[in-house]
């Protein structure tokens, strides 16, 4: 069974950092894609991030919104993947989803609430 | 980046009566290889996304088949043949054809 678990939600104050991670399972996780979406309460979909495997160069991609503030990154002996998220505003204030996709389907996690505020 | 339009923005529908949501695209769909990265979702209220159709017409494993997708192009649909009280929530259509992906703003299904 495929399995996406998010962490390092929290408050954080506008200006600041926070590392979010996604804990992967079920699936061939060095091979495969994964990618960050994020969603404002009451709001709509973004994404937000993706990174390929280390047969695709571990090539990144970025919003234009987040590009230069959050680095993608990952760890295929812990089937993680990272968000860092630096200099942050309100405007950054979601829930915070890792996603797979593949043969096996599209999978979502539960998902990671950030809060920017003073 | 593809403007993504979905009509209605609410839907309100009665138990066992079909809906049907729109979905545009400010851009062809079509990929240079002959598919359309069109993708479907539902969520509800409290839960995360769960992807119903993906390439505008092939349902995901486990999904009903009172959903349909169609359209082509820059057009596009969904379908519920007969709406169940399960189906209640959000639904948003995504382009993955052209970077980066672009979600329309959502239709709430809510019963009458």
């Known amino acids: 069974e495929v399995q996406l678990v998010e962490s390092g939600g929290g408050l954080v104050q506008p200006g600041g950092s926070r590392k979010l991670s996604c804990a992967a399972s079920g699936f061939t996780f060095s091979g495969s894609a994964l990618h960050w979406f994020r969603q404002p309460a009451g709001k709509g979909l973004e994404w937000v991030a993706l990174i390929r495997s280390k047969g695709n160069t571990y090539a990144t991609a970025y919003a234009a919104t987040v590009k230069g503030r959050f680095t993608i990154s990952r760890d295929d002996l812990k089937n993680t993947t990272f968000l860092q998220m630096d200099s942050l505003t309100t405007e950054d204030t979601a829930i915070y989803y890792c996603?797979?996709?593949?043969?096996?389907?599209?999978?979502w996690g539960q998902g990671t609430l950030v809060t920017v505020s003073s | 980046d593809v403007v993504m339009t979905q009509s209605p923005l609410s839907l309100p529908v009665t138990l066992g009566q079909p809906a049907s949501i729109s979905c545009r695209s400010s851009?062809?769909?079509?990929?240079?290889?002959?598919?359309?990265?069109l993708n479907w979702y539902h969520q509800r209220p409290g839960q995360s996304p769960r992807r119903l159709i993906y390439k505008v017409s092939n349902r995901d494993s486990g999904v009903p088949d009172r959903f349909s997708g169609s359209g082509s192009g820059t057009d596009f649909t969904l379908k519920i043949s007969r709406v169940e009280a399960e189906d209640v929530g959000v639904y948003y259509c995504m382009q993955g054809t052209h970077w980066p992906p672009t979600f329309g703003g959502g239709t709430k299904v809510e019963i009458k």
């Open positions: 851009q062809s769909l079509v990929y240079s290889d002959g598919d359309t990265f």
């Open positions: 996603t797979y996709t593949g043969v096996l389907g599209d999978y």
